[in-house]
């Protein structure tokens, strides 16, 4: 496929910048050891476009470069620079996971960034079809309670997105474990969808944890809503 002639050169310059942006965004998944060998991906939606950039499939970490990251529609379908060159390497093929990505886009219009691990602790929870309960205050900030759990879902098509969108429309968090796979994140560009992967990782074990040592308490949901209402709409600079 080939972008149209809409494609002026301020989207082809903002297709350059997410390019470099989402390939940086991929040390942070081996920074923060949510990955291993080749797994996992982050995508990215191309502003005022139906475009989206996303992580080739099994290309390691350490090779990765901005030129190899994929530019598809929001069906996961590649497309061709449009005689500016070609977006992304013709002998790539995007993640096996492009079609759940595309899916979450086309449905969540607010999200601008979409991120898959399969980080030891939170893919625990999801091998037990188990939500995270909120029993910690950083959870009330980040997730606005438990994270949820979606349904099994086999990889190759846009089942898995289906889950994603049906278990997070209704739902603060920004996160999902897809049962017996693992967790997505959205946020609304990349780097908020990867901040919400390390949060998710960083309660899993720590519930985990908790856990083993006793039943952990459960926080009231109006302190949990007090605590979201702030960390999103006063917290920070």
Not at 132 to 137: A, E, F, G, K, S
Request: glycine fraction near 10%; aromatic fraction near 6%.
């Amino acid at each position: 496929m080939t972008a149209g002639t809409g494609v002026t050169p301020a989207i082809l310059q903002t297709i350059a910048r997410i390019r470099e942006e989402v390939c940086a965004l991929h040390a942070e998944l081996t920074r923060y050891g949510l990955v291993v060998w080749t797994a996992g991906n982050i995508s990215a939606r191309v502003p005022g476009t139906d475009l989206m950039v996303i992580k080739p499939s099994g290309v390691s970490y350490q090779d990765l470069t901005p030129e190899q990251m994929i530019v598809t529609d929001l069906h996961g379908v590649p497309v061709s620079g449009n005689n500016h060159g070609d977006w992304g390497n013709p002998a790539l093929s995007p993640s096996s996971d492009t079609a759940a990505h595309a899916y979450v886009y086309r449905h969540m219009p607010e999200v601008g960034g979409v991120v898959h691990t399969h980080s030891t602790y939170a893919t625990a929870w999801a091998a037990r079809g188990e939500a995270i309960p909120c029993v910690l205050t950083m959870m009330g900030d980040e997730f606005g309670g438990s994270i949820p759990v979606g349904p099994f879902a086999l990889i190759g098509d846009d089942s898995i997105g289906h889950g994603i969108v049906e278990t997070l429309k209704n739902s603060n968090s920004p996160a999902v474990l897809m049962q017996n796979h693992g967790p997505f994140t959205i946020g609304k560009d990349a780097r908020s969808a990867v901040k919400a992967a390390v949060m998710c990782e960083e309660v899993a074990r720590t519930v985990h944890v908790a856990r083993q040592l006793g039943e952990p308490l459960p926080i009231n949901q109006d302190h949990i809503d007090s605590l979201y209402a702030r960390y999103q709409n006063v917290y920070g600079q």
